[in-house]
């Protein structure tokens, strides 16, 4: 393959770039940097803000150590209460929820190039508009792979094979696997179907419903619940509707902001980004945290001709957080009722 050179001014542009990323945490360009926490914050803050809207209902939170005590989900049951002061002490209630486990985050690479080519579409553009465009894809790589390693990781492995796990699943433990790990009676996998009279449920409400009942009864009312369900469920839902309506607009599931909304047994239902097939949860939004230890990003960009592309490399220490296990109803191998064949007479 011919090499790639960036043009003239394709190299003043990423010059200019470099010049400007190095020169704000007072670094020689190439070597390797610590990323302040507020920065390393607001990286998260922008990706939500240009697009990564999953980011907005869940807790990224920066922590001080590698491990200890999770945070805590700020829904704790019943707090008002009556004491007979003349034979007992007023006694307090956390308003946070106090689990047994905490986090531990774990090391976690990030490592990724944008070619000459590529870079050298940017050539015209202004160094705001350069600088925008670099970070949007350094924060897309950033951000997208922490979403999908929070459905999908089951494991920690010394070295990750993407070729075998390519949702990430050795990278760290997600949301999912920590309740298999601290809580299993919130988490239904034996599998099930609905849609039909004959399937293990009617629809997706009772499914939706189903869920919501594992969660104890001081916490299942709450109104900002929601139910998260895979899109092959609610595309089947879906095709059903349509084909049950015809043309007529069905006001049960709609589109906004790139992100399919529904209700589902009086719940707001939505499709998080990345999230596994034949699969409804639901909790509170909140509930789901991604702990980021502070202090812990390091990068290092690099300019390797060589290869005709610039490098770069990051790592950040990162655990995935159910704050509270009780707090949410996990139904896995959720399918959509076949029926059989007639068999041939």
């Not at 050298?120 to 465009?133: G, H, I, S, V």
């Not at 494991?155 to 699943?169: C, L, M, V, Y």
Request: proline residues 3%; aromatic residues 8%; negative net charge.
């Amino acid at each position: 393959m011919a090499k790639t050179l960036l043009s003239p001014q394709g190299k003043t542009r990423l010059k200019a770039y470099l010049n400007q990323v190095y020169a704000a945490v007072n670094a020689a360009v190439g070597e390797e940097f610590e990323v302040e926490p507020s920065v390393q914050q607001r990286l998260y803050e922008k990706a939500a803000e240009h697009g990564a809207w999953f980011l907005k209902l869940i807790n990224v939170e920066t922590v001080a150590q590698i491990k200890g005590e999770k945070v805590g989900l700020a829904v704790s049951g019943l707090l008002t209460k009556r004491t007979n002061t003349d034979s007992n002490d007023r006694k307090t209630s956390s308003v946070v929820s106090e689990s047994k486990s905490g986090y531990e985050c774990q090391f976690t690479e990030v490592d990724v190039h944008i070619t000459y080519s590529k870079l050298d579409k940017w050539r015209n553009r202004t160094p705001q508009q350069y600088a925008e465009l670099y970070s949007s894809i350094y924060r897309k790589a950033m951000t997208d792979d922490r979403i999908r390693i929070g459905w999908h990781g089951t494991s920690i492995a010394a070295e990750t094979d993407p070729e075998k796990n390519p949702n990430g699943e050795d990278v760290n433990k997600g949301w999912i696997q920590k309740v298999r790990d601290e809580a299993a009676e919130q988490i239904d996998e034996d599998g099930l179907t609905f849609g039909h009279m004959d399937a293990d449920m009617r629809n997706l409400d009772v499914v939706v419903e189903s869920a919501k009942q594992m969660i104890p009864e001081h916490l299942r009312d709450d109104s900002q619940l929601m139910a998260f369900v895979s899109s092959d469920l609610m595309a089947d839902y879906r095709l059903n509707s349509l084909a049950a309506n015809g043309d007529q607009a069905s006001e049960k599931v709609l589109v906004n902001d790139n992100k399919v909304m529904a209700v589902f047994a009086g719940l707001k239902a939505v499709t998080p980004p990345f999230f596994p097939s034949g699969t409804v949860i639901v909790t509170y939004p909140e509930n789901l945290s991604i702990y980021l230890q502070e202090g812990s990003l390091r990068r290092h960009i690099k300019d390797n001709p060589t290869r005709s592309r610039v490098e770069d490399y990051n790592s950040e220490n990162v655990d995935y957080i159910v704050e509270e296990p009780e707090a949410i109803g996990i139904i896995t191998n959720v399918t959509q009722y076949e029926e059989a064949e007639a068999e041939a007479e």
